[in-house]
């Protein structure tokens, strides 16, 4: 395995010079990267970007790729689609007034789409899906006048500090590892239960001090860890027993359909969280509050909301983000776009199990709506802690790089594949080609 990775990456190093070159070049980024997760490489230095469109890719050194990672999620509409970028040049080249402060008549059509497919009656904006949790957190911790809030192990929600919690041998709560920079000991903030684990969950609800579950209906951050029958009604049982509000975190669970995890599953959470994909590629995110809690939050007079209430920052909810996600939901994320993405994914899926069986390999693939995702474990791990064991770094760079030597891109920090409205059956097959033949060289 060590030497086959090594001559994938030295092939990838011949043929990426100029981004070899042009990361050797960046002594002014910090990690010598934009973003520090840029610096998850499975090749010693990332592929730079010229161009992107549609389900394509190109780097600076003439490579094109089949792009299936499409930004962790902040492409699934596919790169530049048409309809948001005639909408953002109208925003930016005839309109004018890309921040103002002042709202435009988009919003309430996107806040009335997200009700049509997620249910929940009221919207605010943010930037980020971090700062959407973030906002979450505080409302209902305001709320409910209780101080914690209760993760899944392994879970992702952006960087919120109250998240960064894992199961201990004892079964409650300890610092992740690797955090960086906690302010307090994680569990003075939060509790943490197993994803699948209704005891676990309810002997953390029955301290009687958790404002709210915060959870992906799947987890999809530590691979695709799916709910087992019963487990989501058991989690809205025990969180109404328990006096616990529940936010549920679409983000990345929103390819399950159109109206995401919440309606595809018939769910029912007090909160629903989106970003990343709503504004195909421009930055945005959003919480919806049910109409209860809404009119709840805002009775309380000793609340500022308006003031105090306004994280998401200064450009949140602004007139280039909210025409961007407007144009998106009304002509690019469409149920018939759901449709064709969900079918590829399927056949993706089949594609890979089907690789899987023919080598009897102990992995297992899992799929949910148009994401789909493989783990080195079989069966398919269960939670978090058991996907987050299940990881085997140098055998994941090595098909990341023998795909990107070949023209496909893989979610990095995942074996993750997303399909956008234009991903093709063509991209699939290849993609079946590659991996197949990636299989092979290791265990034909
Ligand atoms: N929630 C979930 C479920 C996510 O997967 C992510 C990002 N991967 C976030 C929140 C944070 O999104 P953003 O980076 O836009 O803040």
């Not at 299940?390 to 990107?404: G, N, R, T, W």
């Amino acid at each position: 395995m060590g030497l086959l990775y090594r001559r994938e990456v030295d092939q990838f190093a011949a043929a990426h010079q100029s981004s070899q070159a042009a990361y050797a070049r960046a002594d002014h980024l910090f990690g010598r990267v934009p973003m520090t997760w840029m610096n998850k490489l499975a090749s010693g230095f990332p592929i730079y970007l010229d161009r992107a469109i549609g389900n394509r890719v190109f780097d600076i050194d003439g490579h094109e790729y089949i792009d299936f990672a499409l930004g962790d999620t902040g492409a699934m509409a596919g790169h530049s689609p048409a309809p948001t970028v005639a909408a953002i040049q109208q925003r930016i080249v005839t309109q004018g007034g890309l921040t103002t402060m002042l709202p435009t008549t988009d919003a309430e059509w996107v806040g009335a789409e997200l009700t049509r497919r997620f249910g929940a009656a009221k919207w605010s904006f943010s930037l980020t899906a971090t700062d959407a949790n973030r906002w979450a957190i505080r409302l209902v911790r305001a709320l409910t006048d209780r101080p914690r809030i209760l993760f899944n192990a392994y879970c992702y929600h952006g960087s919120v500090d109250e998240s960064l919690i894992v199961v201990g041998p004892d079964g409650n709560g300890i610092d992740r590892p690797g955090n960086v920079g906690a302010p307090v000991p994680v569990t003075a903030t939060s509790r943490v239960a197993e994803f699948n684990d209704l005891a676990g969950l309810e002997r953390q609800l029955a301290h009687g001090d958790v404002a709210a579950v915060l959870m992906e209906p799947a987890l999809t951050n530590i691979g695709i860890v799916v709910p087992e029958p019963g487990y989501l009604a058991g989690v809205r049982d025990l969180t109404r027993r328990y006096g616990a509000l529940l936010i549920n975190d679409e983000t990345h669970t929103f390819s399950a359909g159109p109206g995401g995890a919440t309606a595809a599953w018939g769910l029912e959470p007090d909160i629903v969280i989106i970003g990343k994909s709503i504004g195909g590629g421009i930055p945005c995110g959003a919480y919806g509050l049910s109409e209860e809690l809404a009119d709840r939050a805002l009775r309380r007079t000793d609340l500022d909301l308006v003031d105090m209430g306004g994280v998401g920052g200064t450009l949140a909810g602004n007139p280039l983000s909210v025409a961007a996600m407007r144009a998106t939901l009304e002509h690019v994320l469409t149920e018939a776009a759901f449709e064709h993405m969900i079918a590829l994914a399927t056949r993706f899926t089949a594609d890979v199990q089907q690789v899987i069986d023919e080598y009897r390999l102990p992995w297992s693939v899992s799929q949910l709506g148009a994401r789909t995702e493989y783990r080195f474990a079989d069966p398919a791990p269960r939670n978090g802690t058991e996907s987050a064991a299940s990881a085997d770094p140098l055998l994941e760079d090595y098909l990341h790089v023998y795909l990107a030597n070949r023209g496909i891109l893989l979610t990095p920090f995942h074996n993750m594949a997303l399909m956008c409205p234009v991903t093709g059956a063509a991209d699939v097959a290849r993609h079946h080609e590659v991996f197949a033949a990636a299989v092979a060289s290791l265990f034909g």
